[in-house]
């Protein structure tokens, strides 16, 4: 279907991935653009073209539908195109991309399948970046998360890569990875690990252990082929993110749930305020109970007891939350276990109290400094009898003591949120600045290039003109004062291309010269670089 507008003849169609040249011949050359088109509206342009935007260019040499026609009459207009100086892959930019599964998007029983212990790390990474796309990657596979951070060459192709090597390792389908999966690209990847470091992203806001978590994926890929200089410093950046959000928000204080207000609340009646040495008891391992546990565990707990009616619930606790040691006991042992704990949380929907009076008064004191017991009971009916509380053996806290607490933090940690999405905010500029400079990189390469193959072809006319019997030492000298002039005139321009910050010169500035350098010696870096990757990557595979 087509219609007229302004001179030009739009068509509806379903947009191809390739450009089919038409038969009508043209002696100008036709350069084609490969842009992501989001409508379905087409433009039929001079000559017939239609499909992606084409344009008539003079100047540039390239596919000719004439030679397609006429001098390759062997070949379709398809593979002329392949094999072309316009290559599909460069119409996209290298990329930083982040797929994967966290807590928020995805079920346990997903997250296990896909999870990567670390001792395979710089196996998966190197098997990442064997990948025709992929050039460099990064784990992050935690109980609430399973991320791959790659840079790809090709944005789509990466993905399409990253998702089908996930399915093939863990047996889910890939139509099942997309519905859960976490899919974000260049700034909006880099903001998610810089939040993510910094606990914006956690079950419990804040938490510390997150932190440690991103600088060991630093400290194991340190090293290892393929987690290299974007990736290795979008992870170092994100670190000093996570430390900065930590000390000028102090976020990871104030509860602002009844759960988490209660294990803070404990927390600070320990000695030196600490889990460490203190010896934990959970009765119930509902949902209630499942919260009061991972706050636990957020808040540096690693070894506790659990007391449930039954096992089920407190397995599939144990299987989230791997590196921590969670002892099932039942019911009927709950005295048993009380009496060696320190701090007992209750939070089960039993309608009649767990603790009385009489049951407590027989405990032996606990193993604190002061003796003291400390109760937490968040259960509503009451776990733990109002009367337990007129013993000076313990203390016991219930879940109107916590409401105030966590009403008064709200508000306050809303507060550091912002504080803290201003900060990471602040750091997305910076990374990004630097991330941006290394675009520099290739130019100076391809550019000394340029100006060495210069070099050498003149010193050689020069040595062939002053004949075959020239003393060594004066072709050295020769040779050295050729080296001379190069790098002195590269010199000027190379500087104008750094992104130190030694200089007063800023990013956009460099940037342009880029540009300029690569339009006035026709260096075509960005094109250049990435084809060549990509071929090479191509031809390792296919040995």
Known sequence: MAAAVGGLTTCFARPTPEFIAPSTSYSAPVRVFFKPFKGKRFVLRRGGCWGPKCEIDPNFASVRIDQIGSNAPGLSALELLKTSSVNRYTKERISIVVIGLNVHTAPVELREKLAIPEAQWPQAIGELCALNHIEEAAVLSTCNRIEIYVVALSQHRGVKEVTEWMSKRSGIPISELCKHRVLLYNTDATQHLFEVSAGLDSLVLGEGQILAQVKHVVKTGQGVAGFDRKISGLFKH????????????????????????????????????????????????????????????????????VVNRTQDSVDAVSKELKDVEIIYKPLSKILACASEADVIFTCTASKTPLFTKEHVAMLPPAGTETGRRLFVDISVPRNVEQRV????????????????????????????????????????NKFEAWKDSLETVPTIKKFRAYVERIRAAELDKCLSKMGEDIPKKKKVAI????????????????????CDGNDSRTLDEILQNMHAINRMFDLETDLSVLEEKIRAKVERGQK
């Open 389 to 428: 509380s007129d013993l000076e053996t313990v203390s016991v806290f219930n879940v109107d003591d916590l409401k105030e607490v966590v009403a008064a933090n709200k508000e306050d940690r809303l507060k550091k949120v912002q504080e803290a999405q201003s900060i990471i905010g602040e750091e997305i």
């Open 479 to 498: 040779n050295d004062l050729s080296l001379g002039i190069a790098n002195k005139l590269l010199h000027g321009p190379i500087q104008h291309l750094r």
């Open 238 to 305: 994100a670190i000093t993110v996570g430390k900065r959000v930590r000390t000028e928000t102090n976020i990871s204080s104030g509860s602002v749930s009844v759960s988490s207000a209660a294990v803070e609340l404990a927390q600070k009646k320990l000695p030196e305020s600490s889990y460490a040495t203190a010896k934990v008891m959970v009765v119930g391992a509902g949902k209630m109970g499942k919260l009061v546990i991972k706050h636990l565990v957020a808040k540096g707990c690693r070894k506790m007891v």
